[in-house]
């Protein structure tokens, strides 16, 4: 019998919606709790590692780091998103889905904590502080962004036969973490960050494009590239 999940992370797509699509195309019920950023100082000390998301089976403890959850999904849940015959090519993708996703962080983190690099909190607010978000940001969009595609269009041709990031066979959850995670940057929330910025990468489009087109996933977004 299916336990009792609850899904608890932020009220936006971000690294919580790899699980939620994970267990989307799994059939697996759970409860989406969404935590909003007016409440999250009050509640941070009472999860795990003071982050999100975490999940709770059956009403059971709290267990966190978001691609452990998806394994956990993908192992439990299914017998195609993560079937132990294809585990390395997946474990391989999901490596490279996370450097991407790492390349990004100096990006977010300069214009929200830019003390974190040793610069005065506030440093983003400032006319210089505005300069280096966007030298740092248009720095990854002319570097860091075509390295990694190139990569992952390098995957979808060799492992997923054109059509998926690790097996032509159907969406693993190698491509229930790439996806959120190249929405987020067609979504125009981050400043110098163009949402035609995949356009370029028709391979990638499209690859978003068939993974919205899954039933279970249909209708779900209306903006960016779906
Ligand atoms: N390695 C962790 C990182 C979790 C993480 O960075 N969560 C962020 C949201 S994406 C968070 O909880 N931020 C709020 C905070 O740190 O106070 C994972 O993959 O789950």
């Known amino acids: 019998m299916t336990p009792s999940i609850k899904l608890t992370y932020f009220d936006f797509e971000g690294i919580g ?3 939620r699509l ?8 759970y409860e989406d709790d969404r935590v909003s950023f007016s409440e999250w100082d009050a509640l941070k000390p009472m999860f795990p590692f003071g982050q999100l998301p975490v999940v709770t089976v059956d009403g059971g403890p709290m267990h966190a780091q978001s691609n452990s959850i998806l394994r956990w999904v993908g192992r439990e849940f299914s017998q195609t998103l ?21 390349s990004w962080m100096p990006c977010f983190f300069v214009n929200y904590a830019p003390d974190k690099y040793g610069h005065a909190k506030g440093f ?28 992952l269009i390098g995957l979808i041709e060799k492992n997923g036969g054109g059509m998926w990031l690790t097996s032509p066979n159907g ?24 949402p035609n910025c995949l356009d370029k990468y028709p391979e990638l489009v499209e690859y978003i494009q068939r993974f919205c087109a899954l039933e279970p996933i249909q209708g779900r977004y209306v903006d960016g590239v779906h």
């Open 17 to 19: 919606e790899q699980i």
């Open 22 to 29: 994970a267990l989307l195309l799994s059939g697996t019920p």
């Open 82 to 102: 993560y079937p132990a015959s294809e585990a390395l090519e997946i474990d391989e993708a999901i490596g490279l889905v996370q450097d991407l996703a790492d």
């Open 124 to 151: 983003h607010t400032t006319e210089p502080g505005k300069k280096v978000v966007e030298a740092v940001r248009s720095k990854w969009l002319g570097n860091e962004l075509p390295r990694f595609a190139g990569y």
């Open 171 to 194: 969406p693993t959850i190698a491509d229930c973490k790439l996806i959120p995670l190249l929405r987020s940057f067609t979504l125009g929330f981050y400043d110098h960050i163009p």
